[in-house]
């Protein structure tokens, strides 16, 4: 349902932006809640780095605000991060999530959520 693209090596200050393309009927603007790029370091726990919500509201870690910027197109439901001034921390898998809140596919339903495949961002020194 997502696929994640665009990642790979750069180096510190550079500028990367990563995709992500919802495919199949079940995610689309009518249904989504929110949705998000994640990222894990090696060692390290899985973290949200930048939300958006249908409604467009934007939130970004403090790691990454100021660089980073979240949109979603929701003509063909792909979600972009841009990043820019990529430092050496921000070396990451990425991914994708999108959220469909509950009772909005079906009444009484819990709701749905998808994660994409990750995306190795490698920012060098």
Known sequence: QLQASGGGLVQAGGSLR???AASGNILNINTMTSMDWYRQAPGKQRE???HISSDGITNYADSV???FTISLDDADMTLY???NTLQ???TAVYYCYAYIGPGILAPGDYGKDYWGKGTQVTVSS
């Open 18 to 20: 990563l995709s992500c």
């Open 48 to 50: 949200l780095v930048a």
């Open 65 to 67: 605000k100021g660089r």
């Open 81 to 83: 991060l841009q990043m």
């Open 88 to 90: 050496p921390e921000d």
